[in-house]
């Protein structure tokens, strides 16, 4: 499904890691995996499946925790001294970047981030985590405490045949923009933002 095209080390204000592109030539779309440490052939890997988000990565939008749960996973991953970042190319939870800020505009209106994704006609959520999947298997890695708040990303690479060990929760600081996000991610979509596994 992906080809492997490269490796580099990348240094960091965090430390530094491996990082390993892959693409897909029927899409052109391409993923990243940073990696601490030797993860080949080991159980219950620390790793954060992350979907790009240009708007808080890039500009420090406060309208999600994005940057901040990217930045925490870099900061544990190092203290760790082993894991895997897998960076995915799905902003706005996989509807793009012009139909995220259409999602946002919906958003200044009253609607919530499922119902705006709805009124654009969108699932609430189209990601797909084939390629974190294929990158894992390409580590060869046996299985992952995945750092995140979301069950259902758990449920979806389980469905890819990664088997998922245990759940790392990714707690951070809201905002007065962000904390109604994150109300409607509790809610409506049954993210788990606690520190409890």
């Not at 990082?19 to 897909?24: I, N, P």
């Amino acid at each position: 499904m992906l080809k492997f095209i490269a490796e580099t080390l990348l240094p960091t204000k965090f430390g530094d890691f491996k990082v390993m592109a892959y693409r897909d030539d029927n899409t052109g779309v391409e993923s990243l995996a940073l990696i601490v440490g030797d993860v080949s052939l080991l159980k219950n890997v620390p790793t954060r499946i992350h979907d790009q988000c240009l708007t808080s990565e890039v500009f420090g939008s406060l309208k999600c925790d994005c940057h901040d749960q990217l930045t925490e996973s870099m900061k544990r991953i190092q203290a760790n001294k082993l894991g895997i970042i897998i960076y995915l190319q799905q902003e706005g939870r996989g509807i793009g970047l012009a139909n995220k800020i259409a999602a946002y505009s919906l958003q200044e209106l009253g609607y919530d981030t499922v119902d705006a994704n709805r009124a654009l006609g969108f699932p609430d959520d189209c990601r797909e985590y084939k390629p974190a999947a294929f990158i894992l298997n390409d580590l060869q890695v046996k299985s992952v405490e995945l750092m995140t708040n979301n069950p259902r990303k758990m449920i979806k690479l389980e469905e890819e045949g990664v088997e998922v060990s245990a759940r790392l929760p990714i707690v951070t600081t809201q905002n007065i923009h962000s904390s109604s996000y994150l109300e409607t991610k509790i809610k409506r979509m049954g993210h788990i933002i606690s520190e409890s596994r």
